[in-house]
């Protein structure tokens, strides 16, 4: 059983992986969309976690079979998402992308939803199953960074035609994607029948929405979902751009282009790396440090990424350290980020509800990390790439400080807001 839910996450978020940390390079290099532009995509792009509360959760929670759900997602997904790779016009991606984050969007917090269904002890055992997401997201990561250097890196090229040439190919991003959506939906064929749950209200969501608000823990978890969503889309948004153009300084024998390929993407699938390690150790840390103490170090982790990207040279000449090896070391501060908080929240969900309204319950919080959250700071991020902006060059000290003091202050609120002692669902 644990080997087949894993394959199912190794798929969910490869398919992700393949093509989310290129977007906003290949958006604004190949196809020259205004910042206002790609943030209305980014946002558009959530829609679907928006939607799945009312779409996905309502159907696995009362009507349908959770496992033949994801099939059809993924097969109709998988369709659409090719057809990314060779839209030109700005109304033809946000027409396309709409309809696919409608169809995606809904998968994730069900394929959690499937995983705890299964799972006899959800805190030692979702863990190890959720760990080959990361795996997933790390190997579609690193299989695009090294096509991008191998099949989109002339010899002779440099600087910005360098970068311009590998923006041409990260459309190859969405075929891999779309291939890998029509595997996940096979599989999910095969995977362990999850039949609806019977509740003594018919609107499953509205009855998890009411869970919610009884209990202090996700009031907290939920009230600052959107403000550390906003934070984190700054990461994905802007990391790999960032990333790409000082690997493009570099050439071929360069150790990290050697290792994980070019155009940000690979270099960021360190973050996941990172989180195999906190995952495998989650057990451990749990019983030594508590779930409290482990949901601050996450938020303390938001903002000092954000400070090593922000100063990134600055903290070079205190420490005597190369600029990548600060950088580096904030991106893999995305793996204490995913463990000790987003990991921790879903399985907070999972504790702080009562068994028939899981799904409904996991799918609102993701429409406010995946939903609302990424509308939000796709807004955000995109006013403060322009405010950053001089000229045609981003100064990365701006765009970044303003996420770091924003991590700052949701740290400051959960201190205050989140409970000591907590007691779980039964």
């Not at 087949?4 to 190949?30: D, K, N, T």
């Not at 997602?73 to 659409?80: E, I, K, N, R, T």
């Not at 999972?350 to 995946?370: C, W």
């Amino acid at each position: 059983m644990l080997s087949r839910l894993s394959i199912m996450m190794f798929l969910q978020y490869a398919i992700w992986g393949a093509w989310l940390p290129l977007l906003w390079p290949f958006l604004a290099g190949v196809h020259k969309f205004s910042t206002d532009q790609i943030s209305i995509i980014f946002g558009v792009g959530a829609c679907g976690a928006v939607a799945a509360p009312f779409i996905a959760g309502q159907v696995a929670d009362r009507w349908f079979n959770t496992e033949r759900y994801l099939a059809l997602s993924h097969l109709l997904g998988g369709a659409l998402v090719w057809q990314l790779a060779t839209l030109n016009t700005f109304e033809q991606f946000l027409g396309f992308s709409l309809v696919y984050s409608l169809l995606y969007s809904p998968t994730m917090p069900l394929t959690n939803a499937l995983a705890f269904a299964h799972l006899t002890n959800r805190e030692k055992q979702f863990g190890p199953v959720r760990l080959w997401g990361t795996i997933g997201w790390i190997a579609v990561g690193i299989t695009m960074g090294h096509w991008l250097l191998h099949k989109h890196s002339p010899p002779g090229l440099v600087g910005d035609a360098l970068v311009a040439a590998q923006q041409t190919g990260m459309a190859d991003a969405f075929k891999l994607s779309g291939l890998l959506g029509l595997a996940m939906g096979i599989y999910c064929f095969s995977l362990p029948a999850t039949p609806p749950q019977r509740g003594l209200k018919r609107n499953a969501w509205g009855e998890a929405l009411g869970e919610i608000f009884r209990s202090r823990e996700l009031r907290t978890v939920f009230l600052l979902a959107v403000p550390v969503s906003c934070i984190h889309q700054f990461y994905f948004v802007h990391t790999s751009g960032f990333l790409g153009k000082m690997q493009a300084a570099v050439d071929r024998s360069d150790p990290f282009a050697w290792l994980f390929g070019v155009g940000g993407g690979g270099l960021m699938t360190i973050g996941q790396m990172s989180e195999i390690v906190v995952l495998a150790c989650m057990g451990m840390l749990l019983k030594s440090c508590g779930k409290r103490a482990l949901l601050l170090i996450g938020l303390a982790a938001y903002g000092l990424r954000m400070l090593c990207f922000a100063e990134v040279e600055a903290i070079s000449a205190a420490t005597g350290l190369s600029a990548m090896t600060v950088l580096i070391g904030g991106v893999a501060l995305h793996g204490v980020i995913f463990g000790c908080y987003i990991f921790l929240a879903f399985i907070l969900v999972d504790e702080h509800t009562s068994k028939d309204v899981r799904a409904s319950a996991q799918s609102l919080f993701n429409l406010v990390i995946v939903g609302v959250g990424v509308i939000v700071g796709s807004w955000i991020s995109g006013q403060v790439a322009k405010w950053a902006t001089v000229g045609e060059q981003m100064d990365y000290n701006k765009l970044f400080s303003v996420p770091m003091w924003a991590s700052l202050a949701c740290l400051l609120l959960f201190f205050v807001m989140y409970p000591r002692r907590t007691v779980a669902q039964h």
